[in-house]
């Protein structure tokens, strides 16, 4: 079946520090992999895709099919990156259904 | 241009009772999709819909329901609710389906079910 696991429920670091919000995967086919964030009282937003291959506010993730997995990180953590951040994956194919992992909420202390 | 919308944001409703949600898609969108957000169980797939048609469905009991209309809104309804069903409901739209075409959230419409 279809899963996306996120290990850690709370990632706490400290301003400056680097970051890596673990995701991985099972599925047998090409999947589409996708990080959304959620900042406090906003909507849930898409941060990046593995497709896209790009940067957003600092951060990255690269798609490693041997390991199944689709880890987020940034080099250094600023306060305003606490969130909660979900993993998420889209079959291939036409369809818009994506499964998400528990989440992970990220807190930068100062 | 306007986010995806959903209406009621917040709302509260006694067991055995139905609850109808609605979404409005970004202007353009027509692929619509649900989602049932718990502390417990995350963010899980309901629906999705496009062009009025259903194209998937989630693990979920028969007691959800949803449809989508010519002008892509989208309502989703909950009969015979139980407490467990008490959840934020999100809503998310996209130009068509798939295709790494980007997916856009509503703020989510809060049910309590007592």
């Known amino acids: 079946a279809q899963r996306v696991t996120q290990p850690e429920k709370l990632l706490s670091v400290f301003k400056g520090a680097p970051v890596e919000l673990k995701c991985n995967y099972s599925y047998s086919g090409s999947p589409e992999l996708f990080w959304y964030v959620q900042y406090s009282r906003q909507r849930l937003q898409l941060l990046l895709r593995?497709?896209s291959r790009e940067s957003i506010k600092g951060f990255t993730a690269d798609l490693n099919k041997g390991e199944t997995s689709f880890h987020l990180k940034k080099p250094f953590a600023q306060e305003e990156d606490s969130a909660m951040y979900y993993c998420a994956l889209s079959f291939s194919g036409n369809t818009g259904k994506l499964i998400f992992g528990q989440g992970t909420t990220l807190q930068v202390k100062p | 241009k306007a986010g995806v919308t959903q209406t009621p944001r917040y709302l509260i409703k006694t067991r055995g009772q139905q609850v109808t949600l609605s979404c409005s898609p970004i202007s353009g969108h027509r692929s619509v999709s649900w989602y049932q957000q718990t502390p417990g169980q995350g963010l899980q797939f309901l629906f999705e819909y496009f062009s009025e048609t259903q194209r998937n469905k989630g693990n979920f009991p028969g007691r959800f329901s949803g449809r989508q209309f010519s002008n892509s809104r989208s309502e989703m309804n909950v009969s015979t609710l139980e407490l467990g069903d008490s959840a934020l409901y999100l809503c998310?739209?996209?130009?068509?389906?798939?295709?790494?075409?980007?997916?856009?959230f509503g703020e989510g419409s809060w049910l309590t079910v007592v």
């Open positions: 593995h497709i």
């Open positions: 998310a739209s996209s130009l068509v389906p798939g295709g790494g075409n980007t997916i856009y």
